[in-house]
């Protein structure tokens, strides 16, 4: 027993001491015992962390830069190493700073998004600020805030915020020269135009690209009246949040479905909690071309404050979303007597393309970048002119337009604004032609049904779509055949038809409803057979569309009813175009009602504000065009005899 037990203890003092040895450290290796350097209280995110850049060829300051008010201002500052004497390159924006310097490289080229890299060789200091309420900066947002007035009774605005920004950069960053140059697309392209209502003496060189000029009138909200519906995402986006906000949830994948199922475009937003976004109420508030919206039409503030500053007013031939700005700021411009240093540009881009790629649009193909091809060797010479007096190769144009057809640009010195245009009329004519002559008479219908709505793309159209884009290229043909949409056909040219201007609808019609609305469509018509690119053979090219609600045929300002079954006539202007109908190509018109989901339906009798018609509002209605003694609707184009850059 004694044996038993001393082996036992025996057995247990050996594994104690090989339990301490294993737990004892090895020679060289740290205690086990917690000391005071390894407990951490605090945050392991220290209150500034800075980056080490040793070997970026640039140094990135974040700066708030104060206003007269006092609100300060989230500013990016991309300066190259070394520099002395250098221009800047300013974008306001309420899209976040961060998104232009996306990626954390020291080389700058590589650290800017695409629409800068041109810019960052080394030669310009580089500066992005948020505009007032948005992301880093401090203040209250408004969406494009109205110019000091009547609107906006406080004493700052988006063109005394440029101004104090400018105004601080040439003080304080040494490495400059003194001058500043303002560019920016879309929201931004509408800070650019709001600085050079009033502009600082140190602006020396402007690119608003794409610009929001007149939301009513053809830029992101209505077109002519149409409600944009589907940017209604826009609204929870950009202002649910400081930063940025969700778009609206969707219950079926199609859009078409939703904006059908929602009803109203008013009972869509409201159901989405829209009454919560003080926008909305305005908006909704004021559905005609009221006080509301003339006082924020910035062609207009800009002639009554017209600049000395060299300005490229730039857009895409195709562009989605802003296609009526640009050029019609520049038209304002050139009819008051301001077009020396205004020039209009117009590449065969969708909406900000000019900022990414531009080998194509669509399926149109170009020989080359025309984008990168431009910013090299037209706007970055043009600015480096301005804001370094460099000499350029050759001045700048009136306008320079770019000719998609030959594909080429066309440089003109004498470009008219539209209401300056000389005019030929492409009637319409029986048997669904279409020619120079003037039809002998005629008429044609089709029942517009606000619960079968055509729509502007093939169907399924989801929210999040690749296709939106290039939308206004797509090929035609996928509603030629619907009973409500009428296409008119010349026969196969033998000589080439050339357009350089804005085309003018001008059509004659009547409906059974006491509302409605029109889509024109100006089309090139592909030849059957396209031995150079098969895919394009009979393609329906839409060249220049646009849509008008009825109600405003007398009054954008005093919409009235139409007068059932009376003759009315409807006449408004479609994008501007330079464009050459090819021999063997024919030209086409279609007309429609509705442009669904992209534009609200119009429930075609006339109630107050569309935006809240009722269920029982939405009615079918008989549309019938005229083409002889009752009025001989007709494109009316800017034809050009013996053609070319004039």
């Not at 010479?381 to 001045?395: I, K, V």
């Not at 201007?501 to 030849?527: C, E, Q, S």
């Not at 669904?596 to 109630?607: E, G, K, S």
């Amino acid at each position: 027993m004694k044996k038993a037990v001393l082996a036992s203890a025996i057995v247990s003092l050996v594994c104690l001491a090989s339990a301490t040895a294993f737990a004892a450290p090895l020679p060289g290796q740290a205690s086990s015992k917690v000391t005071p350097d390894m407990i951490q209280t605090g945050s392991d995110i220290p209150a500034r962390w800075v980056q080490p850049q040793g070997n970026f060829d640039y140094v990135k300051r974040e700066v708030m830069i104060p206003m007269r008010d006092g609100v300060k201002l989230h500013t990016v500052i991309m300066i190259p190493k070394g520099a002395h004497d250098l221009p800047m390159l300013l974008e306001r924006t309420p899209y976040n700073t961060e998104s232009f310097v996306p990626n954390n490289s020291p080389h700058m080229a590589d650290a800017v998004w695409s629409g800068d890299k041109d810019w960052a060789d080394g030669s310009t200091i580089l500066v992005w600020q948020d505009i007032r309420g948005k992301y880093g900066s401090e203040g209250k947002y408004i969406m494009t805030r109205p110019p000091m007035g009547p609107l906006n009774p406080t004493k700052t605005d988006d063109t005394t915020d440029a101004w104090d920004t400018i105004d601080w950069l040439v003080k304080n960053i040494k490495e400059s020269n003194g001058k500043v140059g303002m560019i920016g697309s879309s929201y931004d392209g509408w800070t650019v135009a709001m600085a050079l209502l009033h502009p600082h003496p140190a602006l020396k060189v402007a690119a608003p690209e794409s610009p929001m000029i007149d939301g009513w009138m053809g830029d992101d909200w209505y077109h002519y009246g149409a409600l944009r519906q589907v940017n209604l995402d826009y609204f929870t986006g950009q202002m649910t949040k400081k930063g940025s906000g969700e778009d609206v949830p969707r219950e079926n994948y199609d859009d078409y479905t939703n904006f059908l199922e929602a009803g109203s475009p008013g009972a869509y937003a409201e159901a989405h909690g829209f009454r919560q976004l003080p926008w909305w109420n305005r908006f909704a508030a004021h559905p005609s071309y009221d006080a509301f919206w003339q006082l924020q039409a910035l062609d207009k503030l800009l002639v009554e404050h017209p600049s000395n500053v060299p300005t490229m007013w730039l857009q895409g031939l195709w562009d989605q979303e802003d296609i009526y700005g640009a050029v019609h700021a520049w038209e304002a411009l050139e009819k008051a007597g301001h077009g020396a240093n205004n020039h209009l540009v117009m590449g065969p881009w969708w909406h900000s393309q000019i900022n990414r790629d531009g080998w194509n649009i669509g399926p149109l193909k170009w020989p080359g970048n025309t984008t990168a091809q431009f910013r090299r060797q037209v706007m970055i010479p043009w600015f480096n002119h301005y804001l370094r007096g460099t000499p350029m190769s050759a001045p700048l144009p009136e306008a320079m337009i770019y000719n998609p057809s030959e594909q080429r640009w066309d440089r003109f010195s004498d470009w008219k604004p539209a209401s300056e245009q000389k005019l030929t009329a492409l009637y319409l004519q029986p048997q669904f032609g279409l020619g120079f002559d003037a039809p002998t008479g005629g008429s044609d219908s089709y029942v517009s049904d606000p619960a079968k709505p055509v729509p502007y793309l093939p169907r399924p159209i989801p929210q999040k779509n690749d296709r939106w884009r290039t939308w206004l290229v797509h090929d035609q043909r996928f509603v030629v055949d619907r009973p409500d949409v009428l296409s008119y056909t010349t026969p196969v040219l033998t000589k080439t038809v050339t357009v350089q201007g804005a085309p003018i609808a001008d059509i004659f019609a009547k409906t059974t409803g006491t509302d409605g609305d029109f889509v024109v469509k100006l089309i090139d018509v592909y030849p059957g057979s396209v031995p150079t690119d098969p895919s394009m053979g009979g393609y329906e090219l839409p060249v220049s569309m646009d849509i008008f609600r009825g109600r405003y045929r007398k009054s954008f300002a005093d919409p009235s009813p139409i007068p059932a079954n009376e003759v009315q006539q409807y006449t408004f202007r479609l994008p501007t175009i330079n464009y050459e109908f090819k021999p063997g190509h024919r030209i086409m018109v279609q007309i429609q009602s509705t442009l669904f989901p992209l534009y609200d339906r119009n429930p075609q009798t006339y109630v107050p504000n569309i935006l809240f018609a009722k269920p029982a509002d939405y009615r079918k209605a008989t549309i019938t065009i005229e083409h002889g003694a009752d009025g001989r609707s007709a494109v009316l184009l800017p034809v050009v005899a013996n053609a070319g850059a004039r």
